[in-house]
């Protein structure tokens, strides 16, 4: 079991079923289901969203910053973000890109980019046996130098 589960289950000391915890949980205006529910008081669960902390802190007598503690989220006490005051001005498209940014802050980072990151330093060899040039790194024939790289061609005499 997770110690959000076990949290969860310790505070529940009035035996609530899972399918009343997310009734009472939609009562109070949020979005779980039995379902979810049900999974985290058994130990069966991913990383919580927000909506799903704030669900089971409407029913149960635990507070928000230890259901967050217990799931290794930052435990501070905060509000809504409320943006300042100019954002009024973005179009719904600069609004959905914002709102993108945000969760892309929160998510964490993918196992395989942190082990990539590791390899880097590592001193193995290039694969094939272009001595670790790419075949796009090759000079293309009947192309001015400058072309070759990347640059600004020369002007034409």
Known sequence: MSALSDLLVNANAEG????????????A???????????????????PDEETLLAFASVLPVRL????????????????YRPPAEASRLSRRQRRAVDEIIRAMLEPAPQRVT?????????RPARGGTGGRRSQDK???GLPRAARRGGAEPPAK
């Open 16 to 27: 609530l079923s899972a399918r009343s915890i997310a009734r009472q949980a939609r009562e």
């Open 29 to 47: 205006g949020y979005k779980i289901n039995h379902d979810t529910a049900a999974r985290y008081l058994r130990g069966d669960h991913g990383r």
């Open 65 to 80: 910053n230890d259901l967050r503690a217990a799931a290794e989220l930052p435990a501070e006490e905060t509000e809504p």
């Open 115 to 123: 082990e990539l990151e590791g390899r880097r330093g590592s001193a």
């Open 139 to 141: 000079p293309q024939q």
